[in-house]
C-alpha cells in the first residue's frame, strides 16, 4: 500500500474532489519532504515529463498524511477512463486491499 495505508492511516469517506491535494498542498509536502516521498502518493508516471516536477507523477491516492478510499476509486475510474490498464488495476487491488483491513466486505 502507498504511504501510511499499512499503519492504518487511511480514509473510508471523503469528498475527494474537496480534500485532494492542491498546488499550495503540494509544494509544502515538497518542502518537507523528498521527491521519492511526494512520488510514493502516486501510481503512475507522465511519459515525457521532466524528472523531480509535480507534472511526472499522475493518480494521487491520498492527500500525502493518509490514503483516501474515494482518491483509489477515482484512480481506477480515471486510468480506465483514458485506458492506462496497469494504473486501473494496480488501484482497483489496492482499493481491495484497503477495503481487507478496513472490513470491508
Request: overall charge negative; hydrophobic content about 45%; aromatic content about 10%.
Amino acid at each position: 500500500m502507498p504511504c501510511g495505508a499499512a499503519a492504518r492511516q487511511y480514509v473510508l469517506d471523503s469528498d475527494w474532489g474537496e480534500v485532494q491535494p492542491d498546488a499550495a498542498a503540494q509544494n509544502a509536502y515538497l518542502e518537507r519532504h523528498s521527491w521519492a516521498e511526494y512520488a510514493a502518493w502516486h501510481l503512475g508516471l507522465t511519459v515525457g515529463a521532466t524528472e523531480e516536477t509535480k507534472a511526472r507523477y499522475a493518480f494521487v491516492v491520498g492527500d500525502f498524511r493518509r490514503v483516501h478510499r474515494t482518491a483509489l476509486i477515482a484512480c481506477v475510474y480515471r486510468a480506465a477512463e483514458w485506458r492506462h490498464k496497469a494504473v486501473e488495476l494496480a488501484a482497483h487491488d489496492l482499493l481491495q486491499e484497503l477495503d481487507e483491513r478496513a472490513g470491508i466486505r
